[in-house]
């Protein structure tokens, strides 16, 4: 596979000038005299020796796609992770709601994301984004509506698991997303930073979700469970209120792109989905970075919304757990933000910071494994330390991770190449959560899965072969 990059077509002969006609390409080159501001022309020599100019423009539009987006992707993770930060809450109001029942309301969303992300991505590529967006917006919407409409078990059990189904549905978009969105909203030099923070702002969702136990009490002498049961059921009527305003947000604008490209490979053509598959199956190298990305992100993604489970044993309860959970969120929503942009400035080294972030995870994981097993004295500063730092360190590996496999398997579609990744950290957090499903197996297995998940899937990502096609096109025309 060493030769790849010279098999694998990378799609410069067919170029979309101004995403309307296809023109073939021999030669490009960009005239310096031509630039102005944001916007530069790089002329494309075709068959018929007539030259085309394909203008690249950015736009401030990007930002406000940017913006609505990642408030999307915030509400979806909230969604997600709903009743995990108030488990002890929940199980109160609800009788019968135990660790099984909150882990399967995450569960379900994964278990439909991995049904629905490839018929998603296909109905991206052949209705536009702009569709897809309205329609998964209307599905958050619905799904948030229907658990408001009872509190009556088993019923409400039901639409809360139907609601997950929904969110499922809803996040292969916004999952897989935002490296379609930084291609064809942003530069080359911009599109790591913008992916971080789309994904930033989906990690963010954990805030969210960790500040429930604001609004919810925690049971206890003089809190009815009557209390409790009401005070969840405005949380949700929160979520639903919210999903509706950001679906209007979408109706009122959101094109599948700008009316120019922001650079040369915006403009050009990918493969057609059929042909993506069949090229991502024969790129071992991509295959190698799939394998790490999946084991190495999806149980420590999974462990957030059950991460009170692993820190009742160490004496954090509740109220204490959630500043842990929500530092952790906050500290793994930022970084990647500044990563991203420093690699964004530093192109071609990010295999070399992916080993090092995972190294730093997975001794952070290992840290939290002695604490855990009572290896190690337990002390505040230490669980703060330890789970801030595995989780920070393994969320920055994520946006590089996705750039990478872009340019791996570059021309493949980018939301083919994200469906995939996603789908396969969701299917590892799925096997994770069907974990807990073990009768008496505890929550001490949790910190070992995390460091072998860590630690291991360094040996995949040092055998493939790294390629930044994507990157040296848009490179070879600035």
């Known amino acids: 596979m060493g ?26 080159s960009q005239d310096p005299h031509d630039k102005h501001g944001d916007s530069y022309s790089v002329e494309v020599e075709t068959n018929g020796n007539i030259s085309r100019p394909v203008v690249t423009e950015t736009t401030l539009a990007r930002f406000w796609i940017l913006l609505v987006f990642s408030l999307i992707s915030w509400l979806s993770c909230v969604l997600w992770d709903t009743f995990g930060p108030i488990n002890e809450s929940v199980a109160a109001a609800f009788p019968g709601w135990g660790p099984s029942t909150v882990a399967m309301t995450v569960n379900w969303t994964s278990i439909m994301f991995l049904i629905f992300v490839a018929p998603m991505c296909l109905g991206i590529q052949r209705c536009g984004l702009r569709n897809v967006m309205i329609l998964a917006s209307t599905i958050l919407f619905i799904g948030t509506a229907v658990r408001c409409i009872t509190t009556k078990l088993p019923w409400f059990t039901v639409l809360c698991d139907l609601c997950s189904m929904f969110v499922g549905i809803a996040s292969t978009i916004i999952l897989a997303g935002p490296s379609l969105i930084a291609s064809e909203w942003f530069p ?70 700008p009316p120019v490209p922001p650079s040369t490979t915006s403009s050009i053509n990918r493969l057609d989905m059929k042909s993506g598959v069949k090229s991502l199956c024969r790129n071992k190298d991509f295959l190698l970075i799939l394998v ?35 530092s952790s969120i906050i500290a793994s929503s930022i970084f990647p933000v500044f990563y991203g942009h420093i690699m964004d400035q530093f192109h071609g080294h990010m295999r070399t910071n992916l080993v090092f972030l995972m190294g730093v995870a997975t001794a952070c994981f290992f840290w939290f494994l002695l604490l855990s097993y009572g290896a190690v004295p337990t002390s505040t500063w230490q669980v703060y330390v330890s789970v801030i730092g ?43 959560y069907f974990v807990f499903l073990v009768p008496g197996i505890g929550y001490n297995w949790v910190t070992i899965v995390l460091v072998i998940c860590s630690s291991y899937t360094i040996i995949p990502l040092m055998v493939a072969n790294v390629r930044y096609t994507r990157t040296k096109l848009d490179l070879s025309d600035t």
């Open 292 to 326: 790490a990305y999946g084991v190495s992100v999806g149980p420590p993604i999974a462990w957030i919304p059950v991460l009170n489970y692993s820190l009742v044993p160490l004496g954090f309860h509740q109220d204490h757990a959630m500043w842990i959970g929500l």
């Open 390 to 432: 595995a989780l920070t360190f393994n969320y920055t590996t994520i946006p590089l991770f996705y750039e990478l496999a872009v340019e791996m398997a570059y021309p493949v579609p980018e939301i083919l190449v994200s469906g995939i990744l996603t789908a396969a950290d969701n299917l590892a957090s799925t096997l994770f």
């Open 188 to 257: 080359s030099n911009e599109r790591t930073t913008a992916v971080a923070v789309m994904m930033g702002a989906s990690q963010l969702g954990g805030v969210g979700s960790y500040l429930e136990p604001l609004l919810v009490k925690t049971p206890g002498r003089g809190v009815s469970a009557e209390e409790i049961r009401d005070q969840i059921m405005e949380l949700l009527y929160i979520g639903a209120g919210a999903a509706g305003v950001l679906l209007m947000a979408v109706l009122i604008y959101f094109p599948s792109r």
């Open 3 to 28: 030769n790849e990059e010279e098999k694998m077509p990378i799609g410069r002969d067919e170029i979309r000038n101004g995403y309307g006609s296809i023109c073939t390409e021999e030669e490009s």
